[in-house]
């Protein structure tokens, strides 16, 4: 039972996959829970980084809009630019689950996404069930992303707000703010810089 | 003992690491806040093959990142609290283990232990069994001396062992001494363990105590009548008191020997010439140099006596000053009238406690001279008795005696513990049945030997280095047990350790009150009539009571 597909992957390692947005200017939130299948499970990913370029080195994008009224009317008067620019994310890997039903393990999966696999955004209740553990949180540590990596754990946790009833909500930051404090041997201000994103 | 789960164990931590030396690490859980528990608590620690009992001893606060401390924010918001608390901040115990229970082999109940549990082994607060299990139920050998800190099951002392080795009662002033020593007593008595002697410089024992607030605590006479006799130095006080004393003790000038008047040095300020003229005068006059020496009563007579010995008449004179204000004390006598000291001795013999009071001569001076005087010729008698025994088969070594001796350390202190009767009590008399029970609040200056003989020691609180050092000498673990020492409360709390107690423990001393009372007549009822009758005979009563609570 998926979603709306949101997009398409572009590359494909064993930690992280680039997928191209259906949409351009529309990728899904930073830290956000996305998924695609590898063939044999479903490589869950958390939204690490997104990007609008041109694809074509030769077109990069240029100022167009000197006259026009609005952004929009940019759009309207270059029709073309729609095909022209793409927007891509990047996506960690943080785990995979085998089935609807099945848990969901948050550690690599044997094999990355697969080429051109649809890329789906996950769903309320497949966010709460990934947030039964903050394992995934070692994982993004030693993740190089481009973004500081306490951006992205503090942006992850945080999409669990709108999903989950206050406690809830409160004992998973509380959970993930002392894995934290394990990861980062105790170091406060790593900690705190993550703490003070995702509570209140 | 058996190896079922416990009913109410509330789970401490894990064991993070440590030493059989130095004790182990033990990490609280999160959810436990360190202000919940405290040192001298009792813990169980879960092993794979072994179930451990040991003490808290030390409770610190640890940081996953000490450096990083400094940088942390002040934590003033409930989440950022939860969030440290347990992970990056925790508690840590120190946890002395002491004794280890086989599970494979439960029966052969605690034994001392000579291993520590594995990593993360699981720790637990013990319950009310798990004290029981260790420190045993009262019984005809076993006394409960108070419920250990925050519990409410009993400590019990393995009264035979209490007997065996001497005994010692310390703390400072005021830390409730006397209290525990009255107890120790009434429990010997009571499971007619051994003869008691006690030399009562403070009238507290014998009829009745005294008490901050509260009716004065009874004494060994009132709570067992014919069984304890009290003997009086000072009837007059005696009388006042309104004591039913048996006997007025008076002491001979003969009786009195150089090395009485050598233990007085420091009290009465003789000078070491003036002990050594003593030594010569009873060379020449044997036991009756004291009556010679203050019977020269006119100038001439004394010039005549220094003369006779060789000395200096001014020495001489000075001597006999000083010797001359043994002489206030109405019980020491030229010739004493009653043969109560050796009274004494055939009650002792008998099983029969006797304390002496020394009703208004709570003086240093009266209390050391009559102790000895009386311990000797109490040693004396059981050195007989014992190597009569030994010789003839047909003869029983004489009833196990306890002697209980306040301020100890002026009869043993380490210059005089050589000379005195109680330096060859503690070091030797254990073959002889004879103990001590000593009581005192400078354990430092006493005879690094005889603390060495200490078989239990009861620790109130000490604040003094040199007197923790002395009490915990040669106890294992010592550097732990110092913490749990030094922060016992000022009142009705004591560290118990040593041979009587199969592990050290921190006890709230049991009240002494109406209740007590009670409690002590309803022991002796209970085994006190079955003690009478003999083993299977007992085994058949409890079979038919069982079976009688079956049919109803």
Known sequence: MNGKRIGEVLQATTTSFVASCDELHCPPDLGALVYA??????????VSAATTTSPDPGRPAIPRGREAASEEEVFRNHPQLAKLLRTDFTAQVVGFWEGNQ?????????????IHAFVYPASPDLVERFFQQVDYLWLLARAPTQVPVEELMAASVRQAKVILPPERYRALAVRAGQELVRLFEGDPKRVDMVLGRIWP | M?????????????VLGGSLKEGLQVRLDPLVSVEQVAVGRYVIIEGEEKRFFGLISDIQLGALNERGLAALPALDDEFRRQVWTGSGLYGCL?????????????????????????????????????????FGSEGENYFAIGTPVEMETKVCLDLARVVERSVGVFGKSGTGKTFLTRLLLVGLVDRARAANLVFDMHNEYGWEGTSEGGPPPRGLKKLFGPRVKIVTLDEANSRRRRVSWDGALTIGYDEIEPEDIALLAETLQLSQPMIDSVYLLSQTY?????????????????RELAQRLGLHQGSLEALTRKLRRLTRFEFLVEEPATKVAEQIVKWLSEGISVVIEFGSYRVLEAYILVANVLTRRIHDHYVTAVERALGDSSQQKPAPLVITIEEAHKFLDPRVAHQTIF?????????????????????????????????????????NEKDIEAVLAGAPNRGELRHVLARLETKQQALVFGYAVPMPIVIKTRTYDESFYRDLNAARNSFGEISAISRAERERVVQQLTDELRGS
């Open chain 1, 37 to 46: 299948s590898n063939g044999q499970h479903q490589v869950l990913g958390l």
């Open chain 2, 2 to 14: 058996t190896d079922q789960q416990p009913l109410a164990r509330s789970r401490l931590g894990v």
């Open chain 2, 286 to 302: 044997g036991e009756r140099w004291l009556t010679a020496l203050l019977g020269a009563k006119s100038e001439p007579e004394r």
């Open chain 2, 94 to 134: 120190t946890v002395v283990p002491a004794l280890a229970l086989d599970r494979l082999d439960p029966m052969t109940g605690p034994q001392p232990v000579k291993t520590v549990p594995r990593h993360f082994a699981t720790v637990l607060e013990a319950s009310e069994e798990d004290v029981a299990q260790v």
């Open chain 1, 102 to 114: 099945s848990p969901v393990h948050q550690y690599l999966p044997a094999r990355p996404p697969q």
């Open chain 2, 423 to 463: 330096g060859t009590i503690a070091r030797e008399m254990r073959k002889y049945n004879v103990t001590l029970l000593i009581v005192d609040q400078r354990p430092s200056q006493i005879d690094e030997e005889v603390l060495s003989q200490i078989g239990t020691r009861i620790c109130c609180l000490l604040d």
